[in-house]
């Protein structure tokens, strides 16, 4: 009598990537069988092989070969199951062949079953499921097949659990206990497991024991709860993903303020030391040049005391050859009661300073007050208080015209002769002296006047309108200056300025007077102090050009000094401006 097709189906040889029946079928390490070329596909671009169906991995890709055995079988199946729709294709026509057809359909099946059973039994973990997997059931008319030839056949009908080639096969009806062949409809809490009505009889008498219904409903009961601890989780989590996306913008943002902090240090650093290098270059060329305008001076002085002595020399000689007794003598003595006018050179010689400690000093302590802004960066985290803080020691940074003033004019400090506005931002020289009273502050002889501004530290800029005038002076003076009668003037003596004489000699009034060359006439001057570093410059405000810079040493107060000189006949009247810095 010929087999039910729920026996043997197409479900039982279908690879379970394509759901198809299988093609060159082959086994993977872990049991499985799948067609060559699905598996090949689903393992392609894969760093992790894995099974598809059990996720077992493997470390290599494995080297998989034809299983020739299975492929027979499956072979075998496709033509019984050609023959079998032939063969009800043609059922009217054909009757009588139809019966002999079915008649060794058995023997075909029973041999593709024996062989399916082997190789199930060759693939399955363990005896008992081995066993299950190649238990049979009767079909519906009475028919039965053995599970191995050397079996007896199965007396009542089971429904076990079907497997395919690839996996086990889904079934509609529970699992069954390998041992009873029962739905396993009970729990036992003791062992953790799940068993049949005997099993609970047998070995499970004095264990806690539930239905399986009742445990599942309790067991989903808790997998609610861990359910929704599993969501909090979850969105704890993602809350900590958005925690740690904001920090990472800002850290972005702190990285990009701490980048432009450093840029900002480092290119304030340069800078510093780029203006310190041009200051000590330009300190340097103007005292070489002051240098050799003294040492030119000597020069021209010992020259002259050289031509003098040679003359002495040859009016000595002269007499020497003289056959006139009383007129040599009378020469002898004239010539010796007038000595050479020649000084003591002993003790006089060119200076080889060119003021340039200073300027080294200020190098040395701008690199200190880095380094401890260096230090400071790391705690303050900030790029604003490091450069404000590191500004402090670097004049430069600024411009000059940031270091401006206010200065007006001290009247109780002014010659007779000068006129002051009542503003007190202009100067000039009068014709008569005024009734003024002669108080100490008061200068007497030299035209001048000082401001009202005492300087005692820090940096000052102001500027000074001089127009077309001819002759002027303009700087600073110190408050201990002698401000009665003839007045010497020299840093010596308390006066850093530069004066202008017949419109076009520019000099800084020294032991001698060091000409500056000025290329043009500067109509408006601008004075720079820095009183801790002794600086006082001097510049041609319109034509942006840096006229003369001069160190020294101040010791207490100093004002701003200015002085329109005498009129020169109406030549030089025009008065001195102070004027009004506007910063941008």
């Excluded at 039994?121 to 053995?146: I, W, Y």
């Excluded at 990472?248 to 290119?267: D, H, P, W, Y």
């Excluded at 305008?293 to 021209?300: L, S």
């Excluded at 004002?559 to 810095?581: D, H, R, V, W």
Aim: charged fraction near 25%.
């Amino acid at each position: 009598m010929p087999f039910s097709r729920s026996f043997l189906s197409e479900e039982q040889f279908q690879c379970s990537i394509c759901l198809d029946v299988f093609d060159n079928p082959v086994s993977t390490p872990c049991g499985h069988s799948f067609c060559m070329a699905c598996i090949g596909h689903y393992w392609e671009g894969r760093k992790l092989c894995q099974c598809p169906l059990c996720k077992e991995a493997f470390r290599k890709k494995p080297q998989l070969h034809i299983n020739r055995t299975l492929r027979e079988i499956t072979e075998q199946f496709k033509r019984m199951t050609n023959n079998t729709e032939g063969a009800s294709a043609s059922q009217d026509k054909e009757g009588g062949s139809r019966g002999e057809e079915s008649h060794n359909k058995p023997e075909e099946v029973g041999e593709l079953f024996t062989q399916v059973k082997r190789k199930l039994s060759k693939n399955s973990r363990g005896e008992d499921s081995a066993k299950s997997a190649m238990s049979t059931t009767l079909p519906s008319d009475g028919s039965q097949v053995a599970a191995d030839p050397s079996s007896s056949p199965i007396t009542r009908a089971v429904s076990y659990r079907r497997y395919t080639m690839s996996g086990a096969a889904n079934t509609h009806r529970g699992a069954l206990c390998p041992k009873h062949h029962q739905q396993l409809e009970m729990f036992c809490r003791t062992d953790q497991q799940c068993i049949c009505v005997e099993c609970a009889e047998q070995e499970h008498q004095s264990h806690s024991i539930v239905s399986a219904e009742h445990q599942w409903q309790e067991s989903k009961a808790q997998i609610n709860i861990t359910e929704l601890e599993i969501q909090e989780m979850i969105r704890e989590r993602l809350r900590k993903v958005e925690e740690i996306k904001l920090s990472l913008v800002n850290i972005k943002m702190c990285a990009e303020r701490e980048t432009q902090g450093s840029v900002r240090v480092f290119s304030a650093l340069a800078e510093a030391i780029e203006r310190s290098q041009a200051e000590l270059l330009e300190v340097i060329e103007m005292n070489r040049r002051s240098a050799e305008h003294q040492a030119e001076g000597m020069i021209r002085e010992l020259e002259q005391e050289v031509l003098a002595l040679r003359k002495r020399s040859s009016t000595l000689g002269n007499l020497l050859q003289a056959e006139d007794h009383v007129s040599c003598l009378k020469s002898y003595f004239s010539v010796l009661s007038t000595p050479p006018a020649v000084k003591d050179w002993s003790d006089i010689s060119a200076s080889s300073d060119l003021g340039t400690r200073r300027v080294y000093q200020s190098v040395c302590h701008l690199l200190e007050r880095f380094q401890e802004e260096l230090q400071k960066l790391p705690e303050v985290g900030t790029q604003n208080q490091a450069e404000s803080s590191l500004m402090k020691s670097q004049p430069k940074q600024k411009r000059i015209q940031d270091y401006a003033v206010d200065i007006t004019l001290d009247p109780a400090t002014a010659h007779p002769r000068l006129i002051l506005s009542e503003d007190r931002k202009m100067v000039k020289c009068g014709d008569k002296h005024q009734p003024l009273p002669d108080n100490p502050e008061r200068f007497d002889r030299v035209v001048c006047v000082l401001g009202q501004e005492a300087l005692g530290s820090g940096r000052h800029y102001w500027e000074v309108e001089v127009g077309s005038k001819t002759d002027w002076d303009i700087g600073v003076a110190s408050h201990s200056i002698n401000r009665k009668g003839k007045i010497t003037v020299n840093p010596g003596n308390g006066y850093w300025f530069l004066s202008l004489r017949d419109k076009t000699n520019y000099a800084f009034r020294t032991e001698p007077s060091t000409s500056v060359p000025v290329n043009s006439q500067p109509q408006k001057i601008g004075v720079f102090v820095d009183y801790e570093k002794g600086q006082v410059s001097f510049y041609d405000v319109e034509g942006k050009v840096h006229i003369f810079t001069f160190l020294d040493t101040f010791s207490g107060m100093i004002y701003p000094f200015f002085s329109p000189c005498t009129n020169k006949s109406g030549k030089n009247e025009a008065p001195l401006i102070i004027s009004t810095i506007l910063l941008d």
